[in-house]
């Protein structure tokens, strides 16, 4: 599925779901496409609209695709820039911006996100529940609430996190974060209440020589603040 340009949808501007059966489930290819959101304007109860969705079996990749401005007015439910869902391989290239949750990744076996711009969303990317090897490596993350949300025992490594409320929030003790610049963000690493055990955060780059900013183990940091963990 390449080239298109897709608007004013109100559930799934691409999508490429299999069935949960026996029977056969895409292996799709998304690729070079442009995706915008419908807007709803102030209207509420509606669902989703993710931009690009794969999920419940199928497989394939999702690629140098631009999507943006898929958002819902909706206690429920958030809009998905890109969408993936026990499927999918690679997730790579993409472009996407002002959207509720820029790449979403759910329940995938080794997912791998790399070389995408996410930016101006509630959760840049969002790694949940996520098995085997996931990795998450050389995207440029901006100007989000939070610039990754993992859940999973995910290696982020090589990535550009910046101007973010939270640059990376962690939920899985086992997530590593090496070789990143994490610096300019609100907040840089916040390690959820389920974390008890330290996170492998070091080599990374925290926007000073000091290293980052916490009251008791690095007072004296001038980069980043972090958490206990």
């Known amino acids: 599925i390449s080239d298109n340009t897709v608007e004013d949808f109100s559930r799934g501007g691409i999508t490429a779901n ?3 059966s026996s029977a056969p ?3 799709a290819i998304i690729e070079g496409n442009t995706v915008y959101g419908y807007d709803e304007g102030s209207a509420t109860g509606y ?3 993710n931009g690009i969705q794969i999920g419940w079996g199928a497989s394939g990749v999702v690629r140098y695709n631009t999507v943006q401005d898929c958002a819902v007015t909706n206690l429920h439910w958030s809009a998905s820039g890109i969408l993936v869902y026990d499927a999918v391989d690679e997730i790579y290239g993409n472009t996407v911006d002002n959207c509720d949750l820029g790449i ?3 329940y ?4 791998e996100i790399f070389e995408n711009s996410v930016s101006n969303c509630d959760v840049g990317i969002d790694d949940y529940g996520n098995t085997g090897s996931p990795v998450i490596s050389r995207n440029c993350i901006f100007d989000n609430e939070i610039g990754i949300w993992s859940s999973s025992p995910t290696a982020m490594q090589y990535n550009d996190i910046h101007g973010n409320d939270y640059g990376i929030c962690v939920d899985d003790a086992s997530a590593t974060i090496n070789y990143n610049s994490i610096a300019g963000n609100s907040y840089g690493v916040e390690a959820g209440v ?3 055990t330290d996170i492998d955060a070091t080599e990374n780059w925290w926007g000073h020589l000091t290293g980052p900013y916490h009251a008791s183990k690095n007072p004296g940091g001038m980069g980043d603040t972090v958490s206990d963990y």
Not at 108 to 111: E, G, L
């Open 104 to 106: 979403a990744a759910y």
């Open 18 to 20: 299999g069935d949960g």
């Open 47 to 49: 669902w989703a609209d």
């Open 108 to 111: 995938v076996p080794s997912p």
């Open 194 to 196: 389920s974390v008890t």
């Open 25 to 27: 489930d895409p292996d």
